[in-house]
């Protein structure tokens, strides 16, 4: 194994300095010269200082009579000149014995030096303006000084001037070990690298993996003593190593060849010097286990928030390898499909990714030239491939060397990096959906593309980032194909009207209807005759025209729009009756008649889409999994809860055996929930919510509004099923992510205390349940207003409150604030007022005060007459009330005479 290449050495340029007129001797050597910025003392900011490093102490800062010996010494003058010139230093730090030296950031952010020296009571703060890191590795590579012990306490006070700061308080002490984890290498070490890995696989033409190249080139060249290679640079050569501005990811098993060639291809890009932090180059590989960063992370997790991401966000910016991954025995290349780079599927470099992202460092992709040769052919023949790969990423489960690597991973997310695996994978999911665009408008600039292949190509480019997720983006894209399509082909083209219908559908996702209205209607029309036409895109215009109106509330028009994109179809020799697109529309026909309130037209469409998508994309398909959903809503609306809960879990059953379906499982539990709750089955709904829960905090993670909503989801069930106590304790869960997310004066935070209120009325706790239920009012009453309804509806729940507590007085002041509400916003001849007419009686009745109560209940029962009609249930029971108070009275009359 040859030994690493030697570097040049770099020389410190000489400084002429004279001693107050003392000869210079031999034993005075010059180790550094340079401005150095200092702050403390009389000066509150970063003053500019002469500094030179010397092995002795100058005569005019000694004490009196006394030898001291050689020593380090860092003296500084006013000025350069005074310096040179022979002018008095204005002080000096004795770098003592045991001294050490460690990288820190001001607030202000720049980069300094912390000079600590063990006995002494103060720290020393210094900033290099030129030659940072020459001045670090000298001060941190000098040996301590021999007659240290003997130093005088008087020179410490003669240093004073020198950013005397009171003693750090921080708990541990970065080691100059630990600082060169922040430092990283130039492409030229890279070269080097490159060269001594050849050198180890003469002839080799397979592919040499990362790991390859620690064991037989990185770990043999760094031993006797044990160091990181970057170290074993520094000590040939300090110029070929800096501060790490650029954190590479990359995967172990990847082609490592591959992986240097892209870095010093990517360094060329760059006219400023570009320090690699390579995890394999820049921490010592001896005392590393597996994949990664280091072996301290299997035993904490934390270590990854504390100290690595830590070196990330130092970097600014990212450079992700995605190259891939060395071919396996057995494995059989295939040319007909896009592979994900081995990026896309290692648990480390997802979580180095959310990391960046996160943090909002700059993050670029780059690959090596096989990869970009694949992912340009699969832009034009094969762009799911690429859609899929990008979609399909799972940190939850990402692979990685070691099982304890994962353990870390796992914890890293759920406690440390409080993210959950969905937030994680949008991430990295954002960083690749940058790499596809970054390689798609490179392969536009470097490849002559005829008109057809330069519109194709934006359009794939289009479709893979409306799909994964960037619209923006994406219509760029598109709009690029369009022009091209009609300056080539022209605006009756069927391509061009397939762009028209793609840009349409990227507008309505925006929800900019308008003009995705404009634009799906321009797939109508032929111009040249000015005839409406119909084939597939017309059908595919007429049934996204149809979604645009059905968003919009104008189910009528929908419908309309829906039976011509389905006459279209079942005329058209390429689609036909049988076809998966119209089983599409007739989906869309069952929703519109669904939110119309035609459940049964609803459901006559739903199960003919039902039938064809289980002839022709089977039972197990995710389309027929949300036809059976769709049917389990309308039976759900239709209080037909068996059948609802029948069709809800064979949508649930096909749901879970397909992967990245997490939203549609936590939607599909909800569901369920929600109807085992209206047919009366506590356990089951419960069990339905908590299931959704534990997606949600995978999918958003515990502290955003989405686990609030499934939280409340659980309080009700527990309320519904008189466990009041565990009620209160998912409202109080789903309070506190309201108050950590919108604040205490959201409309949402107000819905929190209300629930809290009515559970602990529930409970019998009416003291903290009108506590809540006023907090509830007062956010109410500032965001709504205090004439508002949902105001009204607090004033009603404070009223209920102290009722339940007999305090009548009170509770009529606020049913009566709420009838005052309801008359002015629904007038007297309204259900809600009726109510509140009712509230207001039955007061006064408990209060003894039956005239009154049968006064305001008999304007109860005249509202819900007029409203309801004489033989509606509500109707009833007010009717049945009001002679009870009646008969009541009369009785109470005959008594007294």
Known sequence: ???????????????????????????????????????????????????????????????????????????????????????????????????????????????????????FDKVYYIQPFTDFDGWLKVLTDLEPPPNSDSLHPRMVVATGALSPVPNATEATRTSHQETTTRRGVSAEVLQVLVVAIQRAYPGVTGDISTRNAVTDVVLPATQNPA???????????????????????????????????????????????????????????????????????????????????????????????????SPRAGDVPSASMFVPPMVCTRAWCLLEMATAVTQKIDVVVRSPPAVVVQLHDAFVHDADSVIRCINEINSETASASEHDDLVCIWQVIEVDFRRSYGEVNECARSVLRGWVAHYGLHHTTTHALSGAEEANLATQLGNILQRSGDVGKAIEFFNKSLAVQLRTLGVEHTDTKSTYVKLGCA?????????????????????????????????????????VQ????????????????????????????????????????????????????????????????????????????????????VYHMQNSYDLAVEYYQKALDILLTHAGEEAAVETTHVNLGSVCQQKGDGPAAIRHYERALAVTVRLHGSDQLQTAEAYNHLGGAHHNNGSYANAVGYYHSALAIMLNVVGTTHPNTALAYNNLGGSYQKNGNYSKAIDYYTRSMDIMTKALGSGHPVTATSYHNIGSAYESLGDYDSALDYYSKCLSIMLTANGAVDANTASAFANVGAVHDKRGESAKAIEYCTKAHDALTTALGSDHPSTKRAEKTLAAMKTRQQQEHSATV
């Open 507 to 547: 507008y309505e996702a925006l929800g900019k209807y308008d003009r995705a209205t404009e634009l799906f209607s321009k797939a109508l029309v032929a111009p040249s005759e000015g005839n409406v036409v119909h084939d597939a895109h017309a059908a595919v215009a007429y049934l996204h025209l149809g979604d």
């Open 227 to 325: 160091m990181s290679y970057l170290q074993k640079v520094e000590r040939a050569n300090h110029s070929f190593t800096g501060v790490a501005n650029v954190f590479v990811s990359h995967a172990w098993n990847c082609n490592v060849l591959q992986l240097l060639d892209t870095l010093i291809q990517y360094s060329k890009e760059h006219t400023k010097p570009v320090f690699f932090w390579l995890d394999f180059c820049c921490l010592n590989q001896h005392t590393m286990q597996g994949e990664g960063p280091a072996v301290s992370r299997r035993s904490d997790g934390g270590w990854w928030t504390k100290s690595f991401s830590d070196v990330i966000r130092a970097c600014k910016r990212m450079l992700v390898v995605a190259a891939p991954s």
């Open 550 to 633: 059905q968003k919009q509330g104008a189910y009528d028009r929908a419908i309309e729009l829906y039976e011509k994109a389905l006459q279209t179809q079942l005329e058209s020799p390429d689609i036909g009756p049988t076809h998966p697109d119209t089983a599409t529309t007739y989906n869309s026909l069952g929703l519109a008649h669904k939110q119309n309130g035609a459940y049964h037209v609803a459901l006559e469409h739903y199960s003919t889409a039902l039938r064809i998508r289980r002839a022709t994309l089977g039972d197990n398909h995710l389309a027929t999994g949300a036809t059976y959903n769709n049917i389990g809503g």
């Open 1 to 119: 194994m040859p030994d690493l290449p030697e570097f040049a050495s770099a020389n410190v340029p000489p400084v002429v300095h004279s001693e107050s007129n003392e000869p210079l001797t031999p034993k005075i050597e010059l180790l550094k010269a340079g401005f150095i910025g200092k702050e403390g003392h009389l000066f509150k900011t970063w003053r500019s200082r002469w500094c030179i490093l010397r092995s002795i102490l100058p005569s005019e800062l000694r004490p009196k009579g006394e030898d001291v010996g050689t020593t380090h010494v860092l003296v500084y003058y006013k000025s350069k000149h005074d310096a040179v010139t022979g002018g008095p230093p204005c002080g000096a730090h004795v770098i003592a014995k045991g001294h050490t030296v460690t990288t820190r950031t001001t607030r202000a952010g720049r980069d300094c030096l912390k000079i600590e020296t063990p006995g």
